[in-house]
């Protein structure tokens, strides 16, 4: 199967899976994650109609979408892996949805470059949900502190929250448990799931569904 076989398999998994939750057809963004994959790998892609791409490096990213996007102004870029303070420029310069928000020094420092750049992006908060100290994001008991100091004191329009389940765990609970924050905080908006799972978080109330494997085949191994 080619890359634009599988995009078609995935949207019509994506569509059968609203359909058994009971929600309405085109609840869910398909988020096509592109990262380690060149533009030429990307393109076909794109031409096959897919609009919202994900990527997980900001040097990355640099290196392909300008072009990409300069060619196809109506792509929506989203940055779905952690984002350093010092990458803060080019990401808002080059991304339109910043699904990793976790700490307030990034915050203020996305509001300063937004305003810099007059940019507003879409942003999320990213939620651990299984509290493991190697992964980015807040926990979740913080989740509406932080979201609520976004909104107060850094003068961001949080829209939603994002999570990564921990590999070794079912996701079906800590895809409950973010629907749930995010229903409690009063947010519409909940990235989960990827390509092994991503069906399950369309039951669990994803509207942003973030799968490349399943799409892009077998990632190239580093060099």
Known sequence: MTATDRLTEVLSNIRAA?????RPDGSV???AVSKTFEADAIEPVIAAGQRTFGENRVQESQAKWPALKAAHPDIELHLI???QTNKVKEAVALFDVIETVDRDKLARALKTEMDAQGRTLRLFVQVNTGAEPQKAGVLPEDAAAFVRRCREEHGLAIEGLMAIPPFDEP?????ALLAKLAG???LKTVSMGMSADYEIAVAHGATHVRVGSAIFGT????A
């Not at 990632?219 to 580093?222: A, N, S, V």
């Open 18 to 22: 609203e359909a058994e939750a009971g």
């Open 29 to 31: 963004t398909l988020v």
């Open 81 to 83: 892996g952690p984002l």
């Open 171 to 175: 996701p079906a609970p800590h895809f």
């Open 184 to 186: 409690e905080i009063g």
């Open 219 to 222: 990632r190239p191994k580093p």
